[in-house]
């Protein structure tokens, strides 16, 4: 079955520019999909706002092992979530990442949830290695993936 794509998903695709290992980041979190084997990986710097506005992305960049559709819509997240504050940061939806893309064939609509779980787990690790407070829907996601992951290994 023939599979077609948006221009912006194929532009993100060909031409992604979070790409890339991030050395030392502040915080890393990897999911995979056990039905399909992708595998996608968010890094994060987190800077401070003057004025305690708290924590922002500052620099974002993925690894993905994966479908044309989760690299973009890796590069995609990273777009809507650098200079985003944390919190903010955590109410990107899968659908603004899909919107963001132009749409996504029904059959790879997945492959956005990837990205959303993959940086609430980068967030995650940040919180949780600085010992700040953990929002309790990032605890429950956190503690589901785990089991997922336990699951599938
Ligand atoms: Fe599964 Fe893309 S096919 S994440």
Same mark, same amino acid.
């Given at each position: 079955?023939?599979?077609?794509?948006?221009?912006?998903?194929? #532009? %993100?695709?060909?031409?992604?520019?979070?790409? &890339?290992?991030?050395?030392?980041? /502040?915080?890393?979190?990897?999911? &995979?999909?056990?039905?399909?084997?992708?595998?996608?990986?968010?890094? $994060?710097? *987190? =800077?401070?706002?003057?004025? #305690?506005?708290?924590?922002? *992305? #500052?620099?974002?960049?993925?690894?993905? $092992? &994966?479908?044309?559709?989760? *690299?973009?819509?890796?590069?995609?997240?990273? /777009?809507?979530?650098? =200079?985003?504050?944390?919190?903010?940061?955590?109410?990107?939806?899968?659908?603004? !990442?899909?919107?963001?893309? =132009? &749409?996504?064939?029904?059959?790879?609509? %997945?492959?956005?949830? $990837?990205?959303?779980?993959?940086?609430?787990?980068? *967030?995650? /690790?940040?919180?949780?290695?600085?010992?700040?407070? !953990?929002?309790?829907?990032?605890?429950?996601? %956190? @503690?589901?993936?785990?089991?997922?992951?336990? @699951?599938? %290994?």
């Amino acid at each position: 079955m023939a599979i077609f794509y948006s221009k912006k998903v194929l #532009k %993100h695709f060909t031409e992604p520019r979070y790409y &890339g290992k991030m050395k030392n980041p /502040d915080g890393r979190g990897k999911v &995979g999909n056990p039905v399909c084997g992708d595998v996608l990986e968010i890094y $994060l710097k *987190i =800077g401070k706002k003057p004025k #305690k506005q708290g924590d922002y *992305i #500052k620099d974002i960049s993925f690894q993905t $092992l &994966g479908c044309c559709a989760a *690299i973009a819509v890796s590069d995609a997240l990273c /777009d809507l979530a650098k =200079g985003k504050a944390i919190e903010n940061a955590l109410k990107i939806k899968n659908n603004e !990442i899909v919107n963001s893309l =132009g &749409g996504l064939p029904a059959i790879k609509y %997945h492959c956005s949830l $990837l990205g959303v779980d993959a940086l609430w787990e980068a *967030i995650y /690790d940040y919180l949780n290695k600085n010992k700040k407070p !953990i929002p309790e829907n990032l605890k429950l996601r %956190h @503690r589901q993936l785990k089991k997922e992951n336990h @699951r599938n %290994h």
